[in-house]
């Protein structure tokens, strides 16, 4: 596991400093905010609806910039990553998103593949892998067809399993067990934990507590744009 | 919208096969892929734009090939022109031609530059007067005006002014035609027409770039969707311009050949006109214009490198567009 040392020499992944957010003219969604994901971690962000936990994951993918204050990630500060820069902390961040964002026109199959094609591997080298993942997220019979044929919680599976495809060093998941049912759940929550274990670090976005009791881990709650975090 | 509609179609097409499955015994292995690009062709593909680029293609091979016809028939006769001068001497009733043809080159030969001077005789005279005469002209019965070629050396200009002053007063009746007043029209003019059809060239040029930006702003606008979730799985503005610009030059490409092609066949049609109405005095007037109105081969090969060209600039212009477009998304601090 590479180590991402910030100047007090402690290892992060990403960390946030005094960072507020706000859209437009609109009131602070995020208020001084200040937290830290380590290496080989695993927490639950959570907090009511439209508590900013979307916000807080957008901040931390870098497709937002906050309104005040410092988010670094891999040991950078946000603002001074060049254009060009982007591209490789992105491959090393796995993403679920909460809508799954797969693209239509192409097969599941294709979908989960797109991670590996756009840093330019060739497809007989990493075929068999992406069956065997869609196998284990139990869409082995489903990797042909597109994804407005799946169901949502096929969708849901087959945007975790693009995330997962290359082992990033972080995994932000955004509801992600948000349209299965409880067994299905708690076998997404295995994954993850699994995942966890293997050396990844992991960040889900929740507000489904019975999910939180499963698995005893750090949480991180968010309630009118301040963080508590229960460690 | 077309978007939303494609999905269901291809929903269709995978359930068929299952809904078959009874009647016919074994399955297919399902294909794993699509067969679609990531950015899918038919948000690009457009027939406006193939229509631009076509008609603009068309323009600048017509340009070019106006261009490279004047010139060539220019540069000709120029050359023709510049390396010889004319002297004529009119008959008088009491005018020894003889002498006077000998007197004249005389006077011609004195001048540095001047290589030869050859009198026309009478079969070659005659020959140049046929098409107003007719054939078996008696020279001898008609006060006709004799003709001294005047053949410089490459590139000499000697003292026409001198040579003219020096003629009239010794050779009555004779007259010096040095051609350069055509010279200088004619260079003029060429130069005229080249430039004018390079600045017609390159503004047609700039039109299909400013297009072509147009275009590749407006598909990507269109496949806003993709390009998100490619920059989130990773993708640098390398791959993702990849993705458009392997459709424009396809796109650039069959503009490209559709008003070339249309250039050439035009170009072939009039070559064909003018030379079989050549016999006719339309035809000797168009031919006296413009030499014979069919494009040299060199003419046809750089409407082929214009073809390439207009496709390459295509490609290369969607994909800076689409670089910076990209490189503008992925910037942090917008
Ligand atoms: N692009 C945007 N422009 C303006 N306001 C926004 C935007 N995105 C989110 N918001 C607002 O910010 C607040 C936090 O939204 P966010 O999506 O982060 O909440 P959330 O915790 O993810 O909610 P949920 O649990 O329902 O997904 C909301 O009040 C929302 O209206
Ligand atoms: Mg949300």
New binding site residues.
């Given amino acids: 596991m590479r180590k991402f040392l910030d100047e007090t020499g402690i290892a992060l992944l990403i960390s946030f400093e005094n960072v507020g957010l706000r859209?437009?003219i609109?009131p602070e969604?995020l208020s001084d905010l200040s937290f830290q994901v380590a290496p080989n971690s695993f927490q639950f962000l959570t907090?009511?609806?439209?508590?900013?936990?979307?916000?807080?994951?957008?901040l931390m993918l870098l497709s937002l910039s906050p309104t005040r204050g410092l988010v670094k990630v891999f040991g950078k500060e946000a603002s001074t990553i060049r254009p060009e820069q982007m591209p490789i902390i992105r491959r090393k961040i796995g993403v679920v998103f909460?809508d799954f964002r797969l693209l239509d026109h192409l097969t599941t199959y294709e979908n989960v593949a797109l991670p590996l094609q756009v840093r330019g591997k060739m497809e007989q080298d990493y075929r068999q892998d992406v069956r065997d993942l869609l196998d284990w997220v139990g869409l082995g019979d489903r990797m042909h067809v597109h994804p407005p044929v799946l169901s949502g919680g096929e969708k849901q599976r087959a945007a975790i399993a693009r995330a997962l495809i290359d082992q990033p060093d972080v995994l932000l998941a955004?509801?992600p067990t948000g349209n299965v049912d409880p067994p299905l759940a708690r076998r997404i929550l295995r994954l993850f934990i699994e995942l966890h274990r293997s050396g990844t670090s992991v960040v889900i976005?929740t507000?489904d507590l019975s999910l939180m009791d499963q698995y005893d881990a750090r949480r991180l709650v968010?309630n009118s744009g301040r963080l508590q975090i229960y460690d | 919208m077309t978007d939303k509609e494609k999905p269901s179609k291809s929903a269709t097409k995978t359930a068929t096969p299952a809904a078959k499955a009874p009647v016919k015994p074994k399955r297919q292995p399902k294909p794993l892929r699509s067969g679609q690009s990531i950015v899918p062709r038919e948000s690009v593909a457009s027939t406006a734009l193939i229509f631009v680029i076509g008609i603009m293609t068309f323009l600048a091979c017509l340009t070019l090939g106006a261009v490279s016809m004047v010139n060539t028939s220019a540069a000709k006769w120029q050359n023709d022109i510049s390396r010889e001068v004319t002297i004529q001497i009119r008959p008088f009733d009491d005018l020894e031609m003889t002498k006077a043809i000998r007197d004249a080159s005389n006077i011609a030969l004195q001048f540095s530059g001047v290589s030869k001077v050859t009198a026309l005789n009478d079969a070659e005279t005659a020959r140049l007067l046929e098409p107003w005469l007719g054939a078996g002209l008696q020279l001898d019965e008609l006060p006709v005006p004799r003709l001294l070629r005047v053949t410089l050396a490459d590139g000499a200009k000697p003292d026409f002014v001198k040579m003219r002053e020096q003629l009239e007063a010794q050779v009555p009746g004779s007259t010096l035609d040095d051609h350069r007043t055509w010279v200088d029209r004619l260079t003029t003019m060429a130069l005229t027409m080249v430039g004018i059809g390079s600045t017609v060239f390159l503004l047609m040029m700039a039109a299909t770039v400013t297009t072509v930006i147009f275009a590749t702003r407006g598909a990507m606008a269109g496949n806003k969707d993709v390009v998100d979730v490619l920059h989130f799985v990773g993708a640098d503005s390398k791959f993702i311009s990849g993705q458009f610009q392997k459709h424009f030059l396809i796109l650039g490409l069959k503009g490209a050949a559709c008003g070339a092609l249309g250039a050439i066949i035009l170009f072939v049609i009039l070559g064909i006109w003018s030379s079989s109405s050549l016999a006719t005095p339309e035809g000797d007037q168009i031919s006296a214009l413009f030499g014979t109105f069919s494009l040299s081969w060199s003419g046809y090969f750089w409407m082929i490198i214009v073809l390439i060209m207009v496709a390459i600039l295509t490609a290369v212009t969607s994909s800076i567009t689409v670089r910076r477009q990209v490189n503008n998304l992925q910037n942090y601090r917008k």
């Fill in positions: 859209y437009g609109g969604v907090g009511p609806s439209g508590a900013g936990k979307t916000s807080l994951l957008r909460q955004d509801e976005a507000h968010l």
